[in-house]
């Protein structure tokens, strides 16, 4: 024992400088989710979990494999620490986690904000006092306007929107340890009424939830809003579905589990409550949920309540739904089983479009799934999911991880979802937004080839066998993607990232016969970052896009923009500002690029037409826990008389948008992990 504390206490002191230049910005781990094929409110909440984890660290030693995903480790990774802590014994020094099968110094300093080291026997009490005195309190205010007033606001009759051009959202949350969190989540929309005595209404989204932990065998109970994930997402999946194209050339999901609804996305969450039973190897999950939602005769899911028309939708149908899921988890082996059913006050119907014949329709669903992941060797592994609606329609989904070698991995992931499946709380990998219709294959390879390289690519082949969506007969397509990554330096990085997509789309020929044709998009983006510290970095994109049709018709676009952050040592104001050009031919080579915005908000801009997009950034920090937040955008656009449509339409060929945040952090918990206990 004296010669490892020798070891660890030398590890300790070589990495320390290593550290000290390595300290992870979140703000750096978010950018990196840009390419991420899953929505904007999905991004968003990724955000505030990554940010919740990171003010409420947890302890390496006890941390559940949902915590451990969000943090960024793979299924091989989470394994292996697990099996570490289990067979050899528990993590005595963070610096330790290097020497498990999987780990290495980018992936400790990828999860350091999150983490910290503690003995397993802990467990905080839940005594009124030692909870008020030792929880972590943070309180968030924001305001957003657009300066220029949208036809929307000027209008008089019915169609103008009923409240103010400005959005405004209120946070509150309390963690004690990770035994006990409170949230209270309030949003307005620009153009929602506020403090309205007509509509009888403050915040137009209100949410919260409470929930508890260890309590015996009862592992959890969430009560409030929250989101459910089991198995590989095909029966229900509200947590994050990054799809395809993740760096680590991995295509088995993880969701599994309860997880507290903290976000101002004011969809794809239950209302009621939800509890997990562990019982040794076997983990029973009970949930329930009456949730209002907005009906139009189908699901509106933009909760955007700004006209007579939309207030009149808002809440105007129950969803009602329960069912519970068993899961056996031994070794790395998991098997699981899903069951639940939904309702609706009112039945469901979809518009009169021939695509749409196998949509669900009516009152009532039921949703049946077997998910199981199993070791087939020691560096591959299985897995799989099938499920079942109540029309006995199905949908599977299988695949294979491989890995090959230290960041070497490979992967096969095959999907068949008939037509006639019908989900509405389906997330899994897919091209289309409902799993249906769709076969597919995916593989996917990365590798680190040395210190200063490591590569990506993907390939994704698929097939719509009845009609979708803009396509009135079957279709077949196909997205590649890659992404080489030069690393010379700590304080140089350069990225370049390459996509080839092709989706067939219905087209009138000169004969007037409608059928599809090719429809294919080249993309390409070279990045660089210079940071020499967090007190300067400077970032650079260029962007260059070409899109062909079945006339041999070509438009394309580019874009070239630059960053410059900083952050002074001895004052506590910082700058962070972005200037960039664009000039697209049409709106299939538009650019969305991720910016920089209040801090914990994600955001990015669609770059399309011709002109330029600017920002600047003002925070002040009053202390370590304490700031205000500014920020000013501006959009210009060359020849043009007006922007958007409808409602949305400004006169003008500028539009700027103000924000100001401010957070208070209370009580902020230390972190241990340069102690030994």
């Keep these: 024992m004296a010669k490892r504390k020798v070891i660890y206490s030398i590890i300790i002191f070589v990495f320390s400088y290593v550290n000290s230049l390595a300290q992870i910005d979140i703000n750096n781990q978010i950018s990196s989710i840009e390419e991420s094929e899953i929505s904007e409110q999905e991004k968003q909440t990724l955000i505030e979990d990554l940010y919740y984890l990171s003010i409420n660290p947890v302890n390496i030693n006890t941390a559940d494999q949902n915590t451990l995903q969000l943090m960024g480790l793979d299924p091989f990774q989470i394994l292996s620490l697990q099996r570490y802590i289990k067979e050899t014994h528990q993590i005595l020094t963070i610096y330790e986690i290097l ?108 949410s919260a939830q409470f929930t508890i932990k260890d309590l015996s065998i009862i592992e959890q109970i969430t009560i409030g809003d929250y989101r459910l994930g089991f198995g590989e997402g095909l029966a229900i999946n509200q947590s994050l579905n990054f799809g395809h194209f993740t760096q680590d050339a991995k295509s088995k999901k993880n969701y599994s589990g309860i997880k507290p609804n903290r976000s101002i996305t004011e969809y794809n969450s239950m209302r ?112 799989g999911e099938i499920a079942m609606s109540r029309n006995k329609g199905w949908a599977l989904l299988t695949g294979v991880d491989i890995n090959l070698g230290y960041k070497t991995s490979l992967c096969f992931n095959y999907r068949h979802y008939q037509n006639q499946y019908q989900n509405n ?6 091209t289309q937004s409902r799993n249906a219709n769709e076969r597919g294959l995916y593989t996917a390879f990365s590798i680190k080839l040395n210190k200063y390289f490591n590569f990506f690519i993907g390939l994704d082949y698929f097939k719509f066998p009845d009609q979708s969506y803009r396509a009135n007969t079957s279709v077949s397509g196909y997205k590649i993607r890659s992404e080489l990554n030069f690393n010379p330096c700590l304080s140089n990085q350069l990225t370049l990232l390459y996509k080839n997509n092709n989706r067939q789309y219905n087209e009138t020929h000169p004969n007037d016969e409608i059928y599809p044709e090719d ?57 962070n500002m972005r200037i960039a050009y664009f000039n697209t031919n049409d709106y299939d080579n538009a650019f969305y690029i991720y910016e920089y915005s209040l801090p914990l908000t994600y955001s990015s801009s669609q770059l399309y037409d011709i002109g330029l997009r600017s920002y600047l950034i003002l925070r002040y920090d009053f202390n370590n826990y304490l700031y205000l937040t500014a920020r000013y955008s501006i959009t210009y656009y060359k020849d043009k008389t007006e922007i958007h449509s409808s409602n949305e339409e400004i006169d003008g060929n500028h539009k700027q948008e103000i924000a100001f945040q401010f957070y208070w952090l209370i009580n902020k918990p230390k972190k241990k992990y340069l102690k030994n206990y």
């Design 519 to 575: 429809n294919i998009l080249n993309q390409i983006q070279l990045r660089y970052t210079y940071s020499k510290s967090k007190n300067l970095i400077l970032k650079t994109r260029v962007g260059y896009s070409k899109t062909r049709n079945y006339e041999s018709n070509e438009n394309q676009g580019m874009f070239i923009s630059q960053d410059l952050i900083l952050s002074p040592k001895t004052f506590p104001l910082s700058l």
């Design 99 to 206: 020497y498990i099968n999987g780990f290495s110094q980018e992936t400790l300093n990828q999860i350091l904000p999150y983490i910290y080291v503690g003995p397993v026997i802990y467990k905080p009490s839940l005594h009124i006092d030692s909870i008020l005195s030792k929880s972590t309190y943070d309180i968030r205010l924001q305001y957003k306007k657009v300066l220029e007033k949208a036809w929307g606001y000027l209008r008089d009759d019915d169609g103008g929107y009923q409240g103010k051009n400005f959005s405004t959202s209120f946070r509150y949350n309390q963690n004690y340890y990770n035994r006990l969190s409170f949230s209270i989540i309030a949003d307005k929309d620009a153009g929602e009424p506020f403090f309205n005595s007509k509509q009888k209404q403050t915040y137009d989204y209100l």
């Design 272 to 383: 009621g409550m939800a509890t997990k039973i562990n019982l040794k190897d076997l983990s029973v999950y009970l949930f329930g949920s009456y949730n209002r939602i907005d009906y139009s005769g189908s699901i509106l899911t933009t909760g955007l309540h700004r006209t007579n028309s939309e207030l009149l939708r808002k809440d105007s149908n129950i969803e009602a739904l329960y069912g519970t899921h068993i899961q056996w988890l031994r070794k790395g082996r998991e098997l699981g089983f899903t069951f639940f059913n939904y309702h609706y006050k009112y039945p469901i119907t979809h518009q009169n479009q021939d695509y749409m014949q196998h949509y669900f329709e009516g009152k009532i669903n039921s949703i049946y799934s077997f998910n199981a992941s199993l070791p087939i060797h020691r560096k591959v592994r299985g897995f």
């Design 425 to 430: 709380f389906a997330s899994a990998i897919g």
